[in-house]
Every structure is written in C-alpha cells, then in structure tokens.
C-alpha cells in the first residue's frame, strides 16, 4: 500500500489532463479536504468538462453517498 501511495504522488497528473478529449465529469465532496479544493482547477484543465458537487460528501463519497454518487454520474452519463 505504502509504494502505491508514493506512486501516485510522484505521478505528474498536471501533464496529462490537459490531454483528455472525452466527456468528462469532475465530482467530490464538499467535505473531502484532499480533492474538493482542486476541483476547479481541474476541471479548467479539461476542456468541456463538467464538475459535480455532492454536499456532505467525504473522500469516501462513492460508498457515503452512494444513491447520490449515482444519481450524479447517471444524469451526466444521460447527457453524452
């Protein structure tokens, strides 16, 4: 776990998400101190992408609030 955790820190995200060119959805948690506060920048970063905010929601959102995290990537997945 600990050379998983080292992994991803040392990957150079910022290099690559201006790459992406499919639809795609930027969702966190209002409560989730790690993702939520780079969510915008992110999102920025990929050109048409949507973000999607779920109040109350940690970093663990998806098993939280999962009729939520649901509910949210269905309605954009209905979109595309």
Do not use: C, W
């Amino acid at each position: 776990m600990e050379e998983g955790h080292r992994a991803v820190s040392k990957y150079k995200m910022e290099d690559k998400v201006p790459l992406i060119n499919a639809p795609t959805l930027v969702l966190g948690g209002t409560e989730d101190p790690f993702s939520f506060p780079r969510m915008k920048p992110l999102s920025d970063s990929i050109k048409g992408s949507e973000t999607a905010i779920i109040k109350g929601g940690m970093v663990p959102v998806v098993d939280q609030m999962p009729e939520e995290f649901a509910k949210v990537v269905i309605d954009f997945l209905d979109k595309i």
